[in-house]
C-alpha cells in the first residue's frame, strides 16, 4: 500500500470517527417544563428567593446549570440546592429533611451547575438564594426592580411569580410586571386588594 493510500484512509478513518462523535451528543435535551417562585422582600432590602423548576431531560445529563449573572461581582450572598420535599408547598419548605445538591459556581458562565443524575425522565430542583440590598428605601417610599431568569439560554414555559413583602405597608403596593421575550402575561385573581398591577410586553406599552 502507498503512502498515498494509508493518507486517505486515516482521513477517512478521522472524519466518521467526528461524525460519530457529533451524532451521539446532539440527542440530549433538557426542557423547563414549569417554573415556580416564592420571594420574600425582607425589611431590610434583602430578597430571599425559592424556585421549583420541573425539567423533562430527554438523554443523559449529570449536571444541571442554573444561569444567575453571577460573573464575580453579583449580590448572591449564598445560592442553594435540594431535592423538594413532598409534603411541603413552596414557600414553607423550611430547612428540615433535604437532600442537598452539590453547587458549583462557573463565574465566567455566570451560572452554578448542580449535580444531577438525570436520564429520560421528569426531574425537580428547588433553589433558594438571597440576593444582597436588592429593594432601594427612599424617604417617602421603596423600589424593586428585579429582573428573574434574566438573559437565560433556555425557554421557559408556565412560570408563577409570588411576591410577598415582610413588613406593613401603608401605602398601596404598584406593580408592573415586563416580559422581554414576548410571551404571555395572565393575571391572577387579586389577593391584596390595595395592590395595583400592570403587565408589559415586549414591543407594547404598558396597561
Known sequence: MSKGSKSVMLLTTVVLLVVLLVGCGGT??????QV??????????????????????SGEYDSISRFMDNFGDANIEFFEAYVPPVDRELGNFGYQSLERYPVTLR???????IDVQAKDESRQV???????????????????DWSLLKDNDKEHQNVSVTLRIRQPVQEPVIVYAYDRSGGLLRRLPNEYPDTKTSFCRRGIMCG
Open 28 to 33: 440530549d435535551k433538557l426542557t423547563v417544563n
Open 107 to 113: 463565574w465566567r458562565r455566570g451560572s452554578y451547575f
Open 126 to 144: 428547588y433553589y433558594r438564594y438571597r440576593l444582597d440590598k436588592e429593594a432601594v428605601k427612599y424617604d417617602d417610599r421603596g423600589e424593586l
Open 36 to 57: 415556580n417562585i416564592v420571594a420574600d422582600l425582607l425589611p431590610d432590602g434583602d430578597l430571599y428567593v425559592e424556585e421549583l423548576f420541573t425539567y423533562t431531560v
